[in-house]
């Protein structure tokens, strides 16, 4: 699954391209990494905050765009209140689109993808356990390489040493 490094939004085969955002797409690997919820302002967005902090949910608030004083004063909304981008982590994105879903005036442009990125977010948790996991024989086969590396060096600064003085003393 791939999302936009930018402006956090993931990639869906129908939604490519995005829309005013021309940046590179990359690959999600972190089930961490944070992605976009939606864009909401004013109640929406204090509703859907509101419901991430009783969930437990970590969320990030990104501006969408940076607007300008003549944008307020057409459509006479604070810009830095009203197009606010949520960011939760890949991992707690099905939960927080089901928060989503109770707010009724908002697009949850995520809910038809569910099953995607659940799957993904198993695909990514299998690969971080099956890394964090190493064979009890491989581990022990290791530790004894490292330990006869180790003595073998020993040996050899040992025995190199004598072999130097010895070369040293012959000059004499």
Known sequence: ??????????????????????????????????????????TERAMITGLLSTEDIPYLEQNVQPQGVANEIVTGY?????????????SALPKASQLLGSV????NEIEPHM??????IEHLRN???????????LRTTIKVITALVFFALIALAVFGTDALTSWIKGLF
Request: proline share 5%; charged share 30%; net charge negative.
């Open 78 to 90: 604070d810009v830095k209140l009203s197009n606010i981008s949520i960011l939760v982590p890949f």
């Open 1 to 42: 699954m791939k999302y936009c490094k930018t402006c956090k939004r993931l990639c869906f085969e129908e939604t490519l391209p995005f829309d005013g955002c021309k940046h590179k797409l990359k690959e999600i690997t972190d089930i961490n990494e944070p992605v976009r919820l939606c864009v909401a302002g004013g």
């Open 104 to 107: 009724e005036t908002l697009d």
């Open 115 to 120: 099953e995607e990125i659940e799957a993904w």
């Open 127 to 137: 690969v971080d356990k099956s890394a964090e996991q190493m064979n009890p024989a």
